[in-house]
């Protein structure tokens, strides 16, 4: 993990390339080599993740896309209680490159927000499979997380 986020770090800070010579894409490769994500995590083609606890969630971007999107300086998310739907936007993640909508993976009603976005939206970059989580859901329909990517399908997507 350590190692990882070292790579990323290094991406990040010294841009699309060192000296000419070693492409973002390989600092990229190189932290998502050592990337492991969490048991029953799963990922939509959009590029966001859920990780189902019981009845609920656990719902934010997936490490690819935060490095595709660069540092992360606003992050907007729905109300609790709002309810959301499979494929449809949610919130929005704004870096220094784009504003990005963010797609739900999942059907449900929001139980919770990471409302330390709010302060530190740069939490998304650090740790976006953990920590840089951004909603919680109630799941309406748990058989939609059969539908999407295990890391070993996400991984060879990103790979295309």
């Known amino acids: 993990m350590a190692l990882r986020r070292l790579a ?28 492991s994500a969490k048991e029953g995590m799963k990922f939509a083609e959009s590029h966001e993740w ?22 992360i300086v606003f992050v907007e ?21 784009a504003a990005s909508d963010v797609y739900s993976p999942v059907s449900g009603k929001v139980v919770e927000c990471n409302t330390a976005l709010t302060e530190n939206p740069g939490m998304v970059n650090k740790s ?14 748990p058989a939609e997380m059969d539908g999407l990517l295990d890391s070993k399908a996400y991984d060879a997507l990103n790979q295309e």
């Open 50 to 71: 859920a990780l189902a606890d019981g009845k609920n969630a656990t719902v934010g971007i997936s490490d690819h896309a935060q490095a595709q999107l660069g540092d």
């Open 8 to 35: 990323a770090e290094f991406g990040r800070r010294y841009g699309a390339s060192l000296d000419g010579r070693l492409p973002g894409d390989l600092c990229y490769s190189f932290a998502r080599a050592f990337a």
């Open 77 to 97: 998310l729905p109300e609790v209680g709002a309810s959301v739907a499979k494929g449809e936007p949610f919130g929005v993640v704004e870096s220094v490159k």
């Open 128 to 141: 976006p499979e953990d920590d840089g989580w951004l909603v919680k859901v109630e799941l309406s329909n």
